[in-house]
C-alpha cells in the first residue's frame, strides 16, 4: 500500500487513516500533536471512487460493500504485519488514527482481529458491521469522536459502536461535538489529552 513511515523516538507507532478523498499526507500534523516522538505509519486507502482515495468500497453513502471491507481489512492487516518486519517497529504498539472512512476502517480492524491495534483514535467513525462476533478486546483502548448533527453519522450510531466495542472488553471513551462530521480542533485537543493519559 502506498504509505509515508517516519522513524520516531519511542516505541509507539501511530497509524494514520485519512478520510474519503484524503491522501497519507492530511492527518500527520494530529500525530504531530498526539505523540510527537512515535513512529508514524501512514497509509493511502487503494480504493480510488471517483478519484477520492478510499480503504474500501462504498455501495452508496453510508453503505458499505461488506465483502470488499473485509478484503481490504485482511489486506491492511497484512500490510502491518509486514511493515512491522520492514521498519523494524514494535507490531503490539500500533495505535491507529483514522477520520471518517479512515476510522471506519480501524474500527473494522477492531471489529476482526484481536490484536490487530493497542488502541485506536476514532474521529466520525461508524458501526463497520453488525452481527457479527467480535474479538476479546480486553486491554485495547479506544477513543471516538462523534458529532451531535453528523448527518453520515446519527448520535445513536455513535453509541451503538461504543457499547459493541465495550461489550467486546475494550475500554471506549465517546467526546461529543455539536457540530457535524468535520474533524475540529477541539475534539484533536481531547484525543491528545486522552492519549497522553493513557499511553
Ligand atoms: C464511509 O464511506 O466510510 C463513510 O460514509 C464516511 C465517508 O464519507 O468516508
Not at 497509509?43 to 480503504?55: A, D, L
Not at 461489550?167 to 468535520?182: D, F, I, K, M, V
Amino acid at each position: 500500500m502506498k504509505h509515508i513511515f517516519q522513524e520516531g523516538n519511542n516505541e509507539k507507532t501511530l497509524l494514520l487513516l485519512h478520510g474519503t478523498g484524503g491522501t497519507e499526507q492530511d492527518l500527520l500534523p494530529l500525530a504531530e500533536q498526539i505523540d510527537s516522538e512515535a513512529n508514524i505509519l501512514s497509509v493511502r486507502g487503494n480504493i480510488e471512487e471517483n478519484g477520492m482515495p478510499r480503504f474500501f468500497k462504498r455501495l452508496r453513502e453510508g453503505v458499505f460493500d461488506e465483502e470488499d471491507l473485509i478484503f481490504r481489512t485482511n489486506e491492511l492487516h497484512d500490510f502491518l504485519n509486514q511493515a512491522a518486519k520492514d521498519y523494524g517497529f514494535d507490531r503490539s504498539q500500533v495505535i491507529a488514527i483514522g477520520y471518517s472512512n479512515g476510522a471506519n476502517i480501524a474500527g473494522s480492524l477492531l471489529f476482526h482481529f484481536e490484536s490487530a491495534l493497542q488502541g485506536a483514535i476514532l474521529h466520525h467513525p461508524m458501526v463497520p458491521r453488525r452481527e457479527i462476533e467480535l474479538p476479546h478486546l480486553k486491554g485495547i483502548n479506544v477513543f471516538i469522536a462523534a458529532g451531535k448533527q453528523d448527518p453520515i453519522c446519527s448520535p445513536e450510531e455513535s453509541e451503538e459502536l461504543q457499547a459493541l466495542l465495550s461489550q467486546a472488553g475494550a475500554e471506549t471513551t465517546l467526546h461529543w461535538e455539536s457540530g457535524g462530521h468535520q474533524l475540529t480542533i477541539e475534539e484533536v485537543k481531547t484525543a491528545a489529552n486522552w492519549y497522553q493519559g493513557i499511553f
